[in-house]
């Protein structure tokens, strides 16, 4: 199926191409992203990002081929197949959502090409063995947040805690993250419960958190739907606090929610508070270049999503340089160079955090890189 | 559990059930005269609640277009079937029905949307979005398969759920909208918090399943309807146009899913694939009714709304998989009151 963004991003690639013509030595990118299916909301502002990845690295042309997965994990393996066979890519970036990048591992270390992860799950580059050698992760571990939380917390005086998380992989990552860091701070869980994305109610799951008679509640969702459950919570009489993930750091999560999520506190990444950071803090200019390009290209508000894309071709920006002494692009040996050099890179500062990577940690972010933030009057504050 | 718990369960389940039981009398309407099992009913649903809410913000809903487009489109496999020679007769009736009418609501929702007409206005209007929907898919993708298999039949359904809700993601991206309610109060009842959209959910609901019955009781249109569900045959030799009768029930059944649309957008939150899960709850009630009983179908809907919500509370990680398994000792129990299954009749 060729999807309509895919075409935009062929035509922006074909335009970068005009002016100089096509040369072999290009660096060729492929990407999988869900901009279709149950991923659409992060994967669409993806897709939207790819006109405006940088055409040229290191001295170098890049090539970006563009496909959507649908949120398929056969799809995304089967764009990740083609990418190797059709497009000879030097790396791959993908996918959206933790499923559907899986069986991209054993892939990337079959074919020796770098696969950049855009998505949460911990387990793809954890522990860091043969095959997962070729993959680093650009979106911090669920631990950090988790882990900036429940500090934030404790520091409140906070002692039980009512958990609701989505009955996916994303829910299930929190779940263990949580259901650790919590009690390493002192606090418990006195109630855990899930729902489903589409779920037109979560009245049972709200009502068995508030008999629970938790200090707080937390709930582990991403996007507008993570706004049911707050709102119903107020509807029925919680007065509490309320936490959620950095899965919510959209605009769109505080339209939905309304007055209901006013005073929700969650930890995310610097992006999304970047124009409250003061002028000297390096996270600012990265995010505020790619917020205003990515709004002059779409018309619209950029998101964390798309800054994953952005993210990566800055980590494989600090490391072509190093690759290309070693090899041609579209040779094995230059893709080898390349992952060698991804693992030297050291202090970069990305949309998602501080990234520091080694061979033994592929998905090096520190505790700097949680931000937590309050929803105080429609809109993100910055309050540590 | 206690029982203010107890009686805000049955409240939400009631409320669910409500929609349900809306999306389990299509079905059953539709199954019965045209052996289609409707799956873009959940759809449609979803179309009227977020054009609904779409038009509260004041934006014409995408789905506008794909009326024109349908229009055209219906109009256009209307002339090819004539095979070039038209009769005056259909081209005035195609140009009216399926040319100026949907250019006419196009224009009218583009004019009045951005006025932010009030709830009532945004009703109607999604009304007029929505309830054509159903005939002209039925003249596309069903009337030409009008005497498949019941399973050609499913199959084309699924194509056109699927069609549907990629474009749902086109028209209304992926993000879920909530509408603001018409009556916004809520008051105290027996120990629980009722909302007044809440009461207007069921009784509206429970207004139109009558109205429905009115029309299948007192009406032409509806004892035909009635004549090709018993048998479609006998229908057509005293002179019932079955083909009519079909784009008459797919006519009530996205009526109906408008209703329930503009319903339950101020209720919950909804996404362009929200549809679908709808549709399936409100089948596993229409199931229990056979296919074919309504009142059984209408009992049942509110009995899986409350199942729900009580399996949410108590186990919320096994909440589908109880709904869904409701349908097997359903299905078991009606196996062994009628041991054998007649296949339709081939008309």
Same mark, same amino acid.
């Given at each position: 199926m060729t999807h309509p963004y895919a075409r935009i991003a062929t035509l922006a690639f074909a335009l970068s191409l005009g002016a100089t013509g096509t040369c072999l030595a290009?660096?060729?990118?492929?990407?999988?992203?869900?901009?279709?299916?149950?991923?659409?909301?992060?994967?669409?502002? =993806?897709?939207?990002?790819?006109?405006?990845?940088?055409?040229?690295?290191?001295?170098?042309?890049?090539?970006?081929?563009?496909?959507?997965?649908?949120?398929?994990?056969?799809?995304?393996?089967?764009?990740?197949?083609?990418f190797?066979? =059709?497009?000879?890519?030097?790396?791959?970036?993908?996918?959206?959502?933790?499923?559907?990048?899986?069986?991209?591992?054993?892939?990337?270390? =079959?074919?020796?090409?770098?696969?950049?992860?855009?998505?949460?799950g911990a387990v793809l580059v954890e522990p860091v063995d043969e095959k997962r050698r070729w993959v680093f992760k650009i979106?911090?571990?669920?631990?950090?947040?988790?882990?900036?939380?429940?500090?934030?917390?404790?520091?409140?005086?906070?002692?039980?805690?009512?958990?609701?998380?989505f009955n996916d992989a994303y829910g299930e990552a929190w779940t263990k993250e949580v259901n650790k860091?919590?009690?390493?701070n002192g606090m418990s869980l006195v109630a855990s419960e899930t729902y489903a994305r589409t779920d037109t109610s979560a009245i049972g799951q709200v009502l068995k958190l508030i008999a629970a008679k938790p200090d707080a509640v937390f709930i582990a969702a991403s996007g507008t739907p993570a706004a049911v459950p707050a709102r119903e919570l107020r509807e029925k009489g919680f007065a509490g606090p309320m936490f959620q993930t950095h899965g919510v750091a959209s605009p769109l999560f505080i339209q939905a929610g309304g007055k209901d999520v006013e005073g929700t506190v969650i930890s995310a990444e610097p992006f999304v508070v970047a124009s409250q950071l003061p002028d000297d803090n390096p996270f600012k200019k990265v995010a505020l270049d790619y917020a205003a390009r990515y709004k002059e290209a779409n018309n619209a508000p950029a998101t964390i999503f798309g800054a994953h894309l952005v993210d990566a071709m800055r980590i494989i920006a600090a490391a072509a340089p190093e690759a290309l002494k070693k090899g041609e692009p579209g040779s094995e040996a230059f893709r080898t160079a390349l992952r060698d050099a991804i693992e030297q890179v050291k202090g970069l500062y990305l949309n998602n955090g501080l990234l520091t990577m080694s061979p033994t940690d592929h998905c090096g972010y520190d505790d700097r890189s949680a931000m937590v933030m309050k929803v105080e009057d429609g809109a993100f504050k910055l309050i540590q | 559990m206690d029982g203010s718990i107890a009686l805000s369960l049955v409240q939400d389940g009631l409320v669910n059930?409500?929609?349900?039981?809306?999306? !389990?009398?299509?079905?059953?309407?539709?199954?019965?005269?045209?052996?289609?099992?409707?799956?873009?009913q959940g759809e449609f649903v979803a179309f009227a609640a977020l054009g609904y809410a779409?038009?509260?913000?004041?934006?014409?809903?995408?789905?506008?277009?794909?009326?024109?487009?349908?229009?055209?489109?219906?109009?256009?496999?209307?002339?090819?079937r004539a095979r070039g020679r038209p009769g005056f007769a259909l081209l005035l009736r195609g140009l009216g029905t399926d040319i100026a009418f949907p250019a006419a609501v196009y224009v009218l929702v583009d004019r009045v949307a951005p006025l932010r007409p009030g709830w009532g206005a945004d009703a109607l209007l999604t009304l007029l979005l929505v309830a054509p929907l159903g005939p002209y898919l039925y003249r596309l993708a069903f009337r030409p398969l009008a005497d498949s298999s019941v399973l050609v039949l499913l199959i084309a359904a699924v194509g056109v759920h699927l069609a549907l809700t990629v474009l749902g993601l086109g028209f209304f991206g992926p993000e879920g909208f909530r509408a603001d309610a018409a009556?916004?109060?809520?008051?105290?009842?027996?120990?629980?918090?009722?909302?007044?959209?809440?009461?207007?959910?069921? !009784?509206?609901?429970?207004?139109?399943?009558?109205?429905?019955?009115l029309l299948f009781e007192r009406t032409l249109v509806g004892k035909a309807l009635r004549a090709v569900a018993v048998n479609r045959t006998g229908a057509r030799l005293v002179g019932i146009p079955i083909a009519l009768s079909g784009e008459a029930a797919f006519a009530l059944a996205s009526l109906i899913g408008a209703i329930s649309g503009i319903l339950i957008a101020p209720v919950t939150m909804l996404y362009f694939d929200s549809g679908f899960l709808i549709g399936l709850k409100g089948f596993v009630a229409a199931i229990t009714g056979g296919l074919a009983d309504y009142p059984l179908a209408v009992a049942a809907s509110f009995g899986v709304g409350i199942v729900q919500s009580f399996a949410a509370f108590w186990t919320s990680t096994f909440m589908e998989v109880v709904v869904f398994m409701l349908v097997v000792p359903v299905l078991l129990l009606r196996s062994l009151r009628a041991p054998s299954v007649e296949e339709e009749e081939e008309a």
């Open positions: 290009d660096i060729t990118v492929g990407i999988t992203v869900s901009a279709t299916g149950p991923g659409a909301a992060l994967g669409g502002p =993806e897709m939207k990002t790819v006109a405006i990845l940088p055409a040229e690295i290191a001295g170098q042309k890049v090539k970006y081929v563009a496909l959507d997965d649908a949120s398929d994990a056969t799809k995304s393996a089967t764009n990740f197949r083609k190797v066979a =059709e497009d000879k890519a030097d790396l791959v970036i993908g996918s959206t959502l933790t499923f559907t990048t899986l069986p991209l591992v054993d892939i990337a270390a =079959e074919s020796k090409t770098p696969l950049m992860a855009t998505t949460a979106v911090p571990n669920d631990r950090i947040g988790a882990v900036a939380l429940a500090k934030y917390m404790a520091k409140q005086g906070i002692k039980t805690v009512g958990f609701l998380a860091a919590f009690p390493d | 059930g409500a929609i349900y039981a809306l999306v !389990a009398v299509a079905l059953v309407l539709v199954f019965a005269v045209t052996r289609v099992i409707l799956v873009p779409q038009l509260q913000g004041g934006t014409r809903p995408g789905t506008a277009g794909l009326l024109v487009a349908l229009g055209a489109a219906a109009f256009l496999l209307d002339l090819i009556f916004g109060g809520s008051f105290a009842l027996g120990g629980t918090i009722v909302q007044a959209q809440q009461i207007l959910v069921v !009784a509206a609901a429970l207004i139109s399943m009558g109205a429905l019955w």
